[in-house]
Structures are given as structure tokens and as C-alpha cells.
């Protein structure tokens, strides 16, 4: 059983940054892609980025020039440096391996509020 284990979120000022991490309990073959999604209350869960085993990256519209998402193969590890904040990015994130089998992490809540 793969367990994935993210940081804690928090409570955040808008215009602040936050960075999220992901690691693996183990050590996973044929992974494909790594990435973050994010679940607001009363909305459907949804991508925030994604990086490829090769390092490709993919980002949501919203967040696209505030988060960079990375990542460290050698560590089985992801990282989600948020910058610029807003309150619209309160949400649970949620880690996501994908390869053979797709993994969860459990989500950790960033609320973004003044």
C-alpha cells in the first residue's frame, strides 16, 4: 500500500505564499506524472498543475504565473510553491501520483483570508 503525505496547509494572508510537499511512502516504478489538484466547498475537485516524470508542467489558467509546481525523483517527492495568494484559492489540496496505479494524498486545507 503506497501512502502519500503531504504537508500541513494553513491559514495564509492574501497577497502570501505557501509551499506544499508530497512524499511518497515508497518508492514508486512507472510513475508518469505527479501533480496537485484542489476542492473548494461546494465545488468539484479540481487540477492545479502537474509535472511529468520528465519534468513537463501543466497549470490551471488561475494559477498559471503565481504556483510552480516541482518535483524530486530521486526523493519520490512533489512541492507546490504558491505565491500571490488569493482568496480564491482556499481550498483542500490534494497530492496525486499517476502511473500504473493512481494515488492520493489526504488532502491538507489553505485557506487564504485577511
Known amino acids: 500500500q503506497v501512502q502519500l503525505v503531504e504537508s500541513e496547509g494553513g491559514l495564509v494572508q492574501p497577497g502570501g505564499s505557501l509551499r506544499l510537499s508530497c512524499a511518497a511512502s515508497?518508492?514508486?516504478?512507472?510513475?508518469?506524472?505527479m501533480g496537485w489538484y484542489r476542492q473548494a466547498p461546494g465545488k468539484q475537485r479540481e487540477l492545479v498543475a502537474t509535472?511529468?516524470?520528465?519534468?513537463?508542467?501543466n497549470y490551471a489558467d488561475s494559477v498559471k504565473g503565481r504556483f510552480t509546481i516541482s518535483r524530486d525523483n530521486a526523493k519520490m517527492m512533489v512541492y507546490l510553491q504558491m505565491n500571490s495568494l488569493k482568496p480564491d484559492d482556499t481550498a483542500v489540496y490534494y497530492c496525486?501520483?499517476?502511473?500504473?496505479?493512481?494515488?492520493w494524498g489526504q488532502g491538507t486545507q489553505v485557506t487564504v483570508s485577511s
Open positions: 515508497r518508492r514508486l516504478f512507472s510513475i508518469n506524472v
Open positions: 496525486m501520483v499517476g502511473g500504473s496505479s493512481t494515488y
Open positions: 509535472i511529468t516524470w520528465g519534468g513537463d508542467t
